[in-house]
């Protein structure tokens, strides 16, 4: 037993007038089968040394309980609810609307009703697709009020906003699962997007490297990864990458390099936009070893005050490129005669 609070006060227990602990005792229950332990608040009365609980620590007590339940069977607690519906300020009526549940659904859930594994999954998965919540909302836009709708219409906005980065990362993830066991496409290593990151930060970081637009970045990327399986057998990032007419492009570069850590300038060329890729106040890389970044000044001090057109033409020299086919994989065993060590 743990106090928590001590209140001079009438105790209905022994009808005196004393100091009264509000205390916190373990307790043990089985509901719906389910052995429970869990904390519960009680009143002591020293006088009559019992325990005794008003109307609120009931239901308060009853929550926990339901929440143990909740927690031992892996489901979302009544906390835990009532923290999603208010991460896009909805009511708990008008949340019920737009999942389709009766209207006092969400009440029962974030208090004493444990919900079902498929109520629980779609909670679940409101909290973390906030463009699954604007389509609900859309799809119900006439049975709000006009403020209601255009409040959680703001709330929902700003969250898909905050999860760019969730979504980029899932869409570059699924083009690459299947080259998850292709160690000759990923050199040997699972594609790492704080890897990746951590590579472009140290490239736009350094003072030894000039003039960083793209073709010139993506480039040094292979060629890093390049050098990297040459001299160790894998390579730094898990990029998988394409034989271009510009040389080796990775797979789903324009969401990587659309990564909110990534830092560029659109150019207007007039015929196009070029890409200019900017220092950062970053200038930690958690996510490369010493080795990694050796190979990195490796690849700047061969490149780094290079232009476009001589990576290029170093690119198209080198054996991975002549042995693939256009917009084929190039393959990591052709490394093994990279032009640079």
Known sequence: MKTIATEKRQCPCCMEVHNVQTVIEKETNIYKDVALEYDAEYYYCDQADELYADEKQMSQNDIAMKNACREKKGLLTSHQIAAIRARYGISQSDLCLLLGWGGKTITRYESHQVQDIAHDTILRKLASDPEWFLQLLDSEKDALSPASYAKYLEAGTILFEQDHDHYLISAIMSKYVRFSHNSEANGGKKLSL?????????????????SLYLVKLIKMLWYADALSYKRRGHAISGLVYYALPMGAVPVSYESIIDLSSIHYEE???GDGTAYHFLPTEIKEYPHLTSEDIGILDTVIERFGKASKSRI??????????????????????????????
């Not at 704080?194 to 000039?210: A, G, L, Q, R, T």
């Open 194 to 210: 704080d890897v990746v990151v951590d590579m472009i930060h140290y490239f736009s970081n350094s003072e030894k490297v000039k």
């Open 267 to 269: 150019i207007d060329m």
């Open 312 to 341: 290029v033409q170093a690119m198209h020299q080198e054996e991975a490129y002549r042995e693939t086919a256009p917009r084929d994989i190039i393959q990591f065993k052709y490394t093994k005669s990279l032009s640079i060590t």
